[in-house]
């Protein structure tokens, strides 16, 4: 499942580059992705909204067995 979520991300890595942000896959368990925003992502007020409304969003409907994305 790893593998899988990293191919998601690279398809919509482009958009948050796009900002001046990016994000890194730390560790698939469980379901549950957990992720590291960098750049202009990190400490952005709308990070949070972008992980969950955006990110989340994507890879529970790409990837089967997602239920959750956390940001560490």
């Given amino acids: 499942m790893k593998e899988q979520v990293q ?3 690279e398809k ?3 958009m948050l580059q796009r900002d001046g942000g990016d994000i890194q896959l730390v560790d698939v368990t469980d379901g ?3 992720v590291m925003l ?3 992502c ?3 007020p709308m990070s949070q909204m972008t ?3 955006g990110v989340e969003k994507f890879l529970v ?3 089967p067995g997602v239920k959750e ?3 560490l």
């Fill in 42 to 44: 990190k400490g952005c």
């Fill in 51 to 53: 992980l969950k409304q």
């Fill in 32 to 34: 549950v992705v957990k």
């Fill in 7 to 9: 191919k998601a991300l």
């Fill in 61 to 63: 409907k790409e990837v």
């Fill in 12 to 14: 919509i890595r482009p």
């Fill in 38 to 40: 960098t750049g202009a």
């Fill in 69 to 71: 994305v956390q940001a």
